[in-house]
């Protein structure tokens, strides 16, 4: 079976509840050994969040738990990473319900911006992405003159 990608971009927004309705086309990516659950957890960029399925967030902690545990950043890091995430399971309607504590972490209070990155999902204040990206400068072909893709698109010694 082949794996595909979390990609594209995704408004949505909250109903009183605190439920988001996952997108239909996010959800079709979602292989049966996800389980229809999401853990969101805080995002790297500390004003967003990360939304992982579950075989995804296994997959990810199973890595972690190969880091020194003696080590104050390692812990320090799962601590804020891993301590704070929040396991949810899709109703029979496609929703999520995010507690408070973690919409407070993503800045998020009714508009959503889900934006596939992969193996996960970036949820984002749609207001927050948008002063994100003027205030970090990003441009796609400044970040693709920065990063070395000589090892995915050529094999060496050609």
Not at 17 to 39: D, G, L, Q, Y
Not at 107 to 118: A, T
């Amino acid at each position: 079976m082949a794996v595909l990608d979390f990609a594209g971009e995704y408004y949505s927004t909250l109903d009183s509840k605190n439920r988001v309705n996952i997108p239909s086309a996010v959800r079709k990516i979602f292989v049966p050994e996800a389980e229809n659950t999401i853990v969101f957890t805080r995002g790297f960029e500390m004003e967003n969040l990360y939304a992982y399925p579950l075989n995804e967030w296994k997959r990810l902690t199973n890595k972690l738990r190969t880091l020194n545990p003696l080590e104050k950043k390692t812990r320090d890091f799962i601590r804020l990473f891993v301590g704070v995430a929040h396991v949810v399971t899709l109703d029979g309607q496609g929703r999520v319900i995010i507690p408070d504590r973690i919409l407070k972490m993503g800045q998020i209070d009714k508009e959503l911006l889900i934006i596939g990155s992969l193996n996960k999902l970036e949820i984002w204040n749609p207001k927050i992405y948008e002063d994100y990206l003027k205030r970090e400068n990003i441009n796609l072909t400044d970040l693709a003159e920065q990063i070395s893709f000589t090892d995915m698109f050529f094999e060496k010694g050609e």
